[in-house]
C-alpha cells in the first residue's frame, strides 16, 4: 500500500506489525490452496526491500507504542490494520463448544499464532456454515478437500493431521436471502462443483423465479446465478452422475434461513444442532430483505462456523471512532479532526469487498496522503525523528523489533521444511514479547 508514496524520492516509510511476521491476509487469510493469490507477496517484498522502506514486525501498536506517540515520531501515521473483530450472531448457544468464527477456523488452518490452540471439533458427519461469502466457501472447501490436496499447499501440520482425522462428510452453506443475494463470487462456487470426491446437494425450490430473474442481472451476477442453476436443477451428464454417486462427501446452499438458536446436547456442554428460522424476500435484487414467516427447522450437527462479517476495533483511546459502523472516521483516508493521520482497508471502509478492491482504496488514501504534501496541509518543513525515537520507547519497554532481514532468514527456514515434505512451505512459531505463541525463529 506504499506503492503511490515512491513517486517522492523524499519520502521514507516504515512499517509496524503486530505480528513478527509480514504480510498480514496474504500469509494468514488466503486459503492455502490458493496460492496464486498469494504472490502478491513478490510486490510487497520488492517494496519492502527499498532502501527507503522499513519493517518492525513484533509491535503492537495501541500497546507497546501508541498512536500519538507515533504521530509525534513522523509527519504522517497511515492505519491499516484491517478488521479482526467477529460480528456475533446473537442467538442463544452461540457460545458452545463447536461454534467458531470463520475468521478463527480460518487462523486456525493458516497458522495464525493467536488461533493456533483452537482443536475444532471435527467428529460429527455435518457441519453448517453461517453465511455465503467467499470465506464460508473456502472453510467448506478445506473441510471437504482430499487430503492428497491440501498436502501440497502451506497449511498448518496440526490442521492437516486433525483433517485426516475428520468424520465431516457433509457442509451445509446457509444465508438468509436467496440465490441472486448470494454474496461469494463465480471462481469460488466452481471450485465446490468440481470438488474431488464430493457431490451438491441443492434444494430445487430455492430457485424457483431465479431463471426468470437471469436476464436483468449485471454480467458476474448472471453468471454465478447461471451456474448455481445449472448445478441445482440440470441433470448431469452419465460421467457427472458416475462421480456424484461415487463421491462420499457432499455440500450445498441452503437459502432463506437465518440462525435463531445453537442446540446444545443433553449435558449442554457442545453443540448438537442448529434452528434456522424461515425466510421469505421482501423485494428483490440486492435490495431485497429477508423477513420471517414464523417457521423453523431444526439441523443436527456438531459443528458451526459463523461467516457472517468483521468489524474493526478502535487500538488507542485518541482514534475519532464510529463504533456503530466500525470504521475510524475519515474523508478520503484522512482521519477526522487529525491532521497527519490517515486510514486505509476495511478500517477505512467497513469490511466490504474483495482484495482488489482494498488495494484500490489504500491507493487513494496514498494519493490523499501526497497531494496534502504537495499543498502544505500536512507540514513537513519541520524535522522529525521518525523510528528513531520509537526505536528508544520500545527498548524501554523490552519490545524487540523483527526487522525484514530476520522475516528472511524466518522464511528460508519456512521454505526448506515446506521443501522437505512435499509442501510450499512450513509455518514455524515461538513466543512473542506478550507471551502469545508467535511466529519467530531467529
Request: hydrophobic share 35%; charged share 25%.
Given at each position: 500500500?506504499?506503492?503511490?508514496?515512491?513517486?517522492?524520492?523524499?519520502?521514507?516509510?516504515?512499517?509496524?506489525?503486530?505480528?513478527?511476521?509480514?504480510?498480514?491476509?496474504?500469509?494468514?487469510?488466503?486459503?492455502?490452496?490458493?496460492?496464486?493469490?498469494?504472490?502478491?507477496?513478490?510486490?510487497?517484498?520488492?517494496?519492502?526491500?527499498?532502501?527507503?522502506?522499513?519493517?518492525?514486525?513484533?509491535?503492537?501498536?495501541?500497546?507497546?507504542?501508541?498512536?500519538?506517540?507515533?504521530?509525534?515520531?513522523?509527519?504522517?501515521?497511515?492505519?491499516?490494520?484491517?478488521?479482526?473483530?467477529?460480528?456475533?450472531?446473537?442467538?442463544?448457544?452461540?457460545?458452545?463448544?463447536?461454534?467458531?468464527?470463520?475468521?478463527?477456523?480460518?487462523?486456525?488452518?493458516?497458522?495464525?499464532?493467536?488461533?493456533?490452540?483452537?482443536?475444532?471439533?471435527?467428529?460429527?458427519?455435518?457441519?453448517?456454515?453461517?453465511?455465503?461469502?467467499?470465506?464460508a466457501l473456502d472453510v467448506a472447501r478445506v473441510l471437504l478437500s482430499p487430503l492428497d490436496i491440501l498436502k501440497m499447499t502451506d497449511i498448518t501440520q496440526p490442521a492437516l493431521e486433525a483433517l485426516a482425522e475428520s468424520q465431516v462428510r457433509r457442509v451445509l452453506?446457509?444465508?438468509?436471502?436467496?440465490?441472486?443475494?448470494?454474496?461469494?463470487?463465480?471462481?469460488?462456487?466452481?471450485?465446490?462443483?468440481?470438488?474431488?470426491?464430493?457431490?451438491?446437494?441443492?434444494?430445487?425450490?430455492?430457485?424457483?423465479?431465479?431463471?426468470?430473474?437471469?436476464?436483468?442481472?449485471?454480467?458476474?451476477?448472471?453468471?454465478?446465478?447461471?451456474?448455481?442453476?445449472?448445478?441445482?436443477?440440470?441433470?448431469?451428464?452419465?460421467?457427472?452422475?458416475?462421480?456424484?454417486?461415487?463421491?462420499?462427501?457432499?455440500?450445498?446452499?441452503r437459502f432463506f434461513r437465518s440462525p435463531v438458536e445453537i442446540l446444545a446436547d443433553p449435558e449442554r456442554s457442545r453443540t448438537a444442532g442448529i434452528r434456522l428460522a424461515v425466510n421469505r424476500l421482501e423485494g428483490s435484487g440486492e435490495g431485497a430483505r429477508a423477513v420471517l414467516t414464523g417457521e423453523v427447522e431444526d439441523?443436527?450437527?456438531?459443528?458451526?462456523?459463523?461467516?457472517?462479517?468483521?468489524?474493526?476495533?478502535?487500538?488507542?483511546?485518541?482514534?475519532?471512532?464510529?463504533?456503530?459502523?466500525?470504521?475510524?472516521?475519515?474523508?478520503?483516508?484522512?482521519?477526522?479532526?487529525?491532521?497527519?493521520?490517515?486510514?486505509?482497508?476495511?478500517?477505512?471502509?467497513?469490511?466490504?469487498?474483495?482484495?482488489?478492491?482494498?488495494?484500490?482504496?489504500?491507493?487513494?488514501?496514498?494519493?490523499?496522503?501526497?497531494?496534502?504534501?504537495?499543498?502544505?496541509?500536512?507540514?513537513?518543513?519541520?524535522?522529525?525523528?521518525?523510528?528513531?525515537?520509537?526505536?528508544?520507547?520500545?527498548?524501554?519497554?523490552?519490545?524487540?523489533?523483527?526487522?525484514?532481514?530476520?522475516?528472511?532468514?524466518?522464511?528460508?527456514?519456512?521454505?526448506?521444511?515446506?521443501?522437505?515434505?512435499?509442501?510450499?512451505?512450513?509455518?514455524?512459531?515461538?513466543?512473542?514479547?506478550?507471551?502469545?505463541?508467535?511466529?519467530?525463529?531467529?
Open positions: 500500500r506504499t506503492e503511490r508514496i515512491w513517486a517522492r524520492q523524499d519520502v521514507e516509510v516504515d512499517i509496524y506489525e503486530r505480528l513478527p511476521v509480514p504480510f498480514g491476509l496474504v500469509r494468514f487469510g488466503v486459503a492455502p490452496d490458493h496460492p496464486e493469490v498469494k504472490n502478491v507477496i513478490n510486490t510487497f517484498t520488492q517494496t519492502a526491500r527499498q532502501s527507503r522502506c522499513s519493517f518492525y514486525g513484533n509491535v503492537d501498536v495501541g500497546t507497546d507504542v501508541s498512536v500519538e506517540e507515533l504521530r509525534q515520531a513522523y509527519h504522517a501515521v497511515v492505519l491499516s490494520y484491517g478488521a479482526e473483530g467477529n460480528r456475533t450472531m446473537g442467538v442463544p448457544g452461540e457460545d458452545l463448544a463447536g461454534v467458531h468464527a470463520a475468521k478463527d477456523f480460518v487462523g486456525w488452518y493458516n497458522g495464525l499464532p493467536s488461533c493456533r490452540q483452537l482443536r475444532p471439533d471435527l467428529s460429527s458427519e455435518t457441519a453448517v456454515i453461517l453465511g455465503q461469502g467467499n470465506v452453506i446457509v444465508g438468509r436471502r436467496g440465490p441472486v443475494q448470494v454474496a461469494c463470487t463465480v471462481k469460488e462456487v466452481r471450485e465446490m462443483v468440481n470438488l474431488p470426491n464430493a457431490r451438491p446437494e441443492m434444494v430445487g425450490a430455492d430457485f424457483e423465479g431465479v431463471a426468470e430473474a437471469l436476464k436483468d442481472l449485471p454480467r458476474p451476477r448472471k453468471r454465478l446465478t447461471e451456474l448455481m442453476l445449472k448445478t441445482a436443477l440440470e441433470v448431469p451428464g452419465e460421467k457427472e452422475q458416475q462421480r456424484r454417486s461415487e463421491a462420499s462427501h457432499a455440500w450445498g446452499f439441523v443436527t450437527c456438531g459443528l458451526v462456523i459463523s461467516s457472517i462479517g468483521y468489524k474493526s476495533l478502535p487500538i488507542d483511546p485518541s482514534l475519532p471512532f464510529d463504533s456503530r459502523k466500525a470504521i475510524v472516521l475519515n474523508n478520503m483516508g484522512r482521519v477526522q479532526r487529525a491532521a497527519g493521520l490517515y486510514c486505509s482497508g476495511w478500517l477505512k471502509t467497513g469490511p466490504t469487498g474483495v482484495i482488489a478492491t482494498t488495494m484500490n482504496n489504500s491507493f487513494d488514501t496514498a494519493r490523499s496522503l501526497v497531494e496534502d504534501m504537495d499543498l502544505g496541509t500536512l507540514d513537513v518543513s519541520v524535522v522529525k525523528p521518525g523510528s528513531q525515537s520509537v526505536a528508544a520507547l520500545l527498548e524501554k519497554r523490552g519490545v524487540k523489533p523483527v526487522t525484514f532481514s530476520d522475516w528472511e532468514k524466518i522464511d528460508r527456514v519456512e521454505l526448506s521444511r515446506g521443501e522437505a515434505v512435499g509442501k510450499p512451505r512450513e509455518k514455524l512459531s515461538v513466543t512473542d514479547h506478550n507471551g502469545h505463541r508467535q511466529e519467530m525463529a531467529l
